[in-house]
Each structure stands twice: as structure tokens, then as C-alpha cells.
């Protein structure tokens, strides 16, 4: 099962991924956690990112290719995999479309979580994170409910660097979205409610148990 997750920032996608990668045991790939433990771990490129991020702007495309591309060709992802927050652009998405035929892959499903512009911003500003998990959290949360470790605000999730991030979102990545309509695979999710919820729907979209193929 070959996955796709768009959404806003805030939108809930990592939540949703971490979900169905404990459900049906397949990769998360994640480019914002692959950037962010390239700016930890300080290697060029992540000494490159991290301005970028803390902007609330996007990495260069060649670079993101570049990334998805080694990573896909890992051996874990030949089983499935659930890609989230990629492709960012329509360059991205064009060159994934070459690197799934290349790989003799296809996506099977778009997942689409659609929130409000109100809500995202609330969701945003003053959310906190698990360093370790990358699980998040609401305001006044202390430790990860998963693993206890302290959480911390995300660099990007400061309030300066939210609505570039919306806006870049509005500007480049809506137009992806439009890119999976035309193939017909996408699946449209209500992302207000509780996780629960939204889990249900995302269920639903690809098949309840998610074993039936969608070829
Ligand atoms: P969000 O929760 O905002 O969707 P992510 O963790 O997916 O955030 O990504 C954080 C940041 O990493 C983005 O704002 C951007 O700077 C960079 N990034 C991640 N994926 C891409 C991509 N496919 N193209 C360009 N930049 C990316």
C-alpha cells in the first residue's frame, strides 16, 4: 500500500502516519523529520535547511528529490510506504510520477486532510513536540504521553515563521493537490474532530483494513 499524505501545516499528518504505520507496519517518510535530523546530526545539508526551515520557506526541489529518491529506493519501502510532506511543489510531484514508474511503483491512494485556515493557525501556534517521537501536542503539555521525554516548540512553529509557512503552502503546494485530482486517487478527509475520528475516515478512505488494493 502506497500512500500519500497532504494536508496544511497543522493539518495532522504526522499523526495520522504514525497511525498507519503502527496499523499495517509500513515506512513513514517523513521530509520535515529527514530535514530535521540532518540539521541535528549538523551535516552540510542540514546546515544548509536550517535557516530555511526557520523561515518557514521551502527547501530547493533538486534537494528534495534528491532525498526522496535514495530513500525510496530502500529496501523497506518495497512493501509500502506513507510519503508526508512530499511532494511539496508541482516540480516534486512531476518528478515523484518519474521516480514511481522508474521503481515500477504506484500511489495508491492521496489522503487529503482538510482544515480551516482558523483552525490551523490555533493548531500551530504554541503546539509542542516530542524531540524524540515527533509526536505532538497542545499548549501547557510537559512530557511525551509515549515516551516521557520533555517537549519542545518547534523552531518552524514560532509564531513568526507560521504564516509563511501557510502562505507558501497556499502558493506552491495547493496546486499539488490538483496534479492527484487529475489521476483520480485522491480521497478527501474531514480533519476536524477528535484523532479517533479522523482515524476513522482515513480508515474508510483506503479500504477499512486497508488489504484491498485500489490497482
Ligand atoms: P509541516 O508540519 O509544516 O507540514 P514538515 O515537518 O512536513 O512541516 O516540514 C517542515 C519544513 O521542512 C517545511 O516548512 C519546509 O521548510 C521543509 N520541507 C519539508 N518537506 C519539504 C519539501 N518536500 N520541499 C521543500 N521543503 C520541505
Redesign the pocket.
Known amino acids: 500500500m502506497n500512500l500519500l499524505l497532504y494536508g496544511a ?2 493539518s495532522g ?1 504526522g499523526t495520522q502516519a504514525n497511525m498507519l504505520r503502527s496499523r499495517f507496519g509500513i515506512p513513514h517518510i ?4 529527514m ?1 530535521r535530523a540532518e540539521i541535528a546530526a549538523g551535516t552540510p545539508l542540514g546546515l544548509q535547511a536550517q535557516p ?2 526557520a523561515a ?4 530547493p526541489d533538486d534537494i ?1 528529490i534528491g532525498m526522496i529518491r535514495n530513500r525510496l529506493r530502500e529496501p523497506d519501502s518495497a512493501g509500502g510506504f506513507i510519503i508526508d ?4 511543489t508541482v516540480p ?1 510531484a512531476e518528478a515523484l510520477d518519474v521516480l514511481m514508474r522508474d521503481l515500477n511503483h504506484h500511489l495508491d491512494r492521496v489522503l487529503y486532510l482538510k482544515v480551516e485556515m482558523a483552525e490551523l493557525l490555533e493548531r500551530l501556534s504554541g503546539r509542542l513536540v516530542c524531540p524524540k517521537c515527533q509526536r505532538t501536542y497542545p499548549p501547557g503539555t510537559v512530557a511525551c504521553a509515549v515516551d516521557g521525554t520533555p517537549l519542545v516548540q518547534r523552531e ?1 512553529d514560532k509564531t513568526e515563521a507560521v504564516r509563511p ?1 501557510i502562505e507558501i503552502y497556499l502558493t506552491k503546494t495547493v496546486p499539488v493537490l490538483e496534479h492527484y485530482r487529475g489521476a483520480g486517487i485522491v480521497s478527501e478527509i474531514d480533519g476536524r474532530g477528535t484523532i479517533d475520528q479522523i482515524t476513522g475516515r482515513v480508515l474508510n478512505a483506503i479500504g477499512e483494513n486497508g488489504r484491498f488494493g485500489f490497482h
Not at 517523513?30 to 523529520?33: I, M, N, Q, W
Not at 518557514?56 to 527547501?59: A, E, I, N, R, S
Open positions: 501545516p497543522g499528518k517523513a521530509t520535515g523529520d530535514l530555511i526551515l518557514g520557506q521551502y527547501v528534495m510532506g512530499f511532494p511539496r516534486q518552524d509557512r
